[in-house]
């Protein structure tokens, strides 16, 4: 009996380590891996305390789970809602803590289906990312299809709630070294010029501010790219012109060249493809383009990520940082939980072949050794016999009973009865680190 529930303690000190592991460590140190940042600083440097719009943290395609994530979400939606909230709400916490950013760029597509929601349920989806995303340092947002539509698709009423909870969608952020465009390209794909959006898209354009030397551009959707242009100087993945309703994976190829001509950027920034890519625009001067991988787990990718832009010097600096595999945790767990079983089944395996051949005897008054009120006593131990165990009467009645019952069914029982004293205990430790880590 101690000697089971010694294994039963060991199995939930293995799950209790297991937890912290994948509720708290594999955030914890994918975030200290991001960091320093591209320059090396870190939060403890001394240069770090500058305040300013030096150092950005780019997240691209959260894409909040809600119920136009799937086409038949039964009640699978709320467990898938959580764990995705959770994912990111913990990243972005362990991010924001090991990396200390001046502030944050979103680069669109925040909320799944924004545009389709009507005027009450949006602002509960608004208030839900906002608490999720929540932080004292600046945000910045880039409208996303997702969020308001595309091109001629674009409502107005769509377009001003998206306005008064996250800002316009095309404006100027001023660093100390640089000037960063956020060009709706959405909007600019549309063939009416009296949207709000459209106009604010144009000023940008055709009529921008003075800037510093460097202008770097921001936008959702990708700029074009001539066919068999790859991602990462590789040839495994390329992003090519393809739409639909309400989208459009690129932009224009005419578009792409008035942006870049007018606006003469040194980088651009894109959303919306869910996978990190760097290309060149050779067309025009080598311009680099950086598409920002999906800060979300719900998006098909194994690996989510972040990129970071650090704009201290006059020679801004960029680096891609890799987030945690939720689903290996996940996968992770359910194996530990077959290991489990598998042990406990060993186990009492073990055990039960072991004591097979122990023999029930009556007390009785010619043992002069047994006295009425003990409960049992071993009576021989040569290695050759049988172990012979003295019982009362009643002990015997109950010993019986449970013997009648097949060796299997004893089996079952007792794998069964183990791994509930497991798992009781390894779900409160688990509810608790869902709820306070």
């Known amino acids: 009996?101690?000697?089971?529930?010694?294994?039963?303690?060991?199995?939930?000190?293995?799950?209790?380590?297991?937890?912290?592991?994948?509720?708290?460590?594999?955030?914890?140190?994918?975030?200290?891996?991001?960091?320093?940042?591209?320059?090396?600083?870190?939060?403890?440097?001394?240069?770090?305390?500058?305040?300013?719009?030096?150092?950005?943290?780019?997240?691209?395609?959260?894409?909040?789970?809600?119920?136009?994530?799937?086409?038949?979400?039964?009640?699978?939606l709320p467990i898938a809602e959580f764990y995705n909230d959770l994912y990111m709400d913990r990243n972005?916490?362990?991010?924001?803590?090991?990396?200390?950013?001046?502030?944050?760029?979103?680069?669109?597509?925040?909320?799944?289906?924004?545009?389709?929601?009507?005027d009450e349920g949006w602002k509960r989806q608004a208030t839900r990312f906002r608490h999720l995303f929540r932080s004292a340092k600046s945000q910045f947002?880039?409208?996303?299809?997702?969020?308001?539509?595309?091109?001629?698709?674009?409502?107005?009423?769509?377009?001003?709630?998206?306005?008064s909870k996250f800002g316009p969608t095309s404006y100027t952020i001023e660093t100390n070294h640089y000037s960063i465009v956020v060009l709706d390209t959405l909007s600019l794909a549309s063939t009416y010029f009296n949207t709000s959006s459209k106009q604010q898209a144009l000023e940008q354009l055709l009529a921008p501010p003075?800037?510093?030397?460097?202008?770097?551009?921001?936008?959702?959707?990708?700029?074009?790219?001539?066919?068999?242009?790859f991602c990462n100087d590789g040839r495994n993945?390329?992003?090519?012109?393809?739409?639909?309703?309400?989208?459009?994976?690129?932009?224009?190829?005419?578009?792409?060249?008035?942006?870049?001509?007018?606006?003469k950027p040194s980088a651009v920034f894109s959303?919306?493809?869910?996978?990190?890519?760097?290309?060149?625009?050779?067309?025009?001067?080598?311009?680099?383009?950086?598409?920002?991988?999906?800060?979300?787990?719900?998006?098909?990718?194994?690996?989510?990520?972040?990129?970071?832009?650090d704009l201290e010097s006059e020679s801004f600096s960029t680096k891609v940082c890799w987030l945690s595999d939720q689903t290996a945790i996940l996968f992770g767990y359910g194996y530990l939980s077959l290991a489990t079983l598998a042990a406990l089944g060993v186990f009492h395996g073990c055990h039960l072949l072991k004591n097979q051949d122990v023999v029930i005897n009556k007390p009785t008054k010619l043992d002069s050794n047994v006295h009425e009120d003990n409960d049992w006593r071993l009576v021989s131990q040569e290695k050759s016999a049988p172990v012979v165990i003295m019982v009362t009467p009643h002990e015997q009645e109950d010993i019986e009973k449970e013997q009648r019952i097949s060796p299997l069914r004893q089996w079952l029982k007792a794998v069964g009865h183990s791994f509930s004293e497991v798992a009781s205990v390894c779900l409160i430790v688990y509810i608790v680190c869902l709820i306070c880590v």
């Open 1 to 76: 009996m101690q000697s089971t529930q010694g294994f039963i303690y060991f199995l939930r000190v293995v799950w209790i380590i297991a937890f912290f592991h994948g509720e708290f460590f594999t955030y914890w140190i994918s975030a200290r891996r991001c960091a320093p940042w591209p320059n090396g600083n870190t939060p403890n440097s001394p240069s770090f305390q500058q305040r300013g719009l030096d150092r950005l943290l780019l997240i691209s395609d959260p894409r909040m789970t809600n119920a136009y994530s799937y086409d038949s979400p039964g009640f699978l």
């Open 92 to 118: 972005y916490r362990h991010l924001d803590h090991a990396l200390d950013p001046h502030g944050t760029v979103f680069l669109g597509d925040l909320i799944e289906g924004g545009r389709m929601w009507d």
């Open 141 to 163: 947002f880039i409208a996303g299809n997702h969020d308001i539509g595309y091109g001629d698709g674009i409502k107005a009423h769509v377009l001003d709630r998206f306005q």
């Open 210 to 229: 003075t800037r510093p030397a460097t202008t770097l551009l921001m936008t959702h959707v990708p700029l074009y790219r001539p066919p068999g242009t």
């Open 237 to 263: 993945d390329e992003i090519t012109q393809d739409k639909g309703r309400q989208y459009k994976t690129l932009v224009d190829e005419q578009w792409t060249s008035e942006i870049l001509n007018r606006i």
């Open 271 to 309: 959303g919306d493809h869910q996978k990190y890519c760097l290309i060149h625009h050779h067309e025009h001067g080598g311009i680099p383009e950086i598409t920002v991988p999906t800060f979300s787990m719900a998006q098909g990718q194994r690996y989510p990520g972040v990129v970071l832009l």
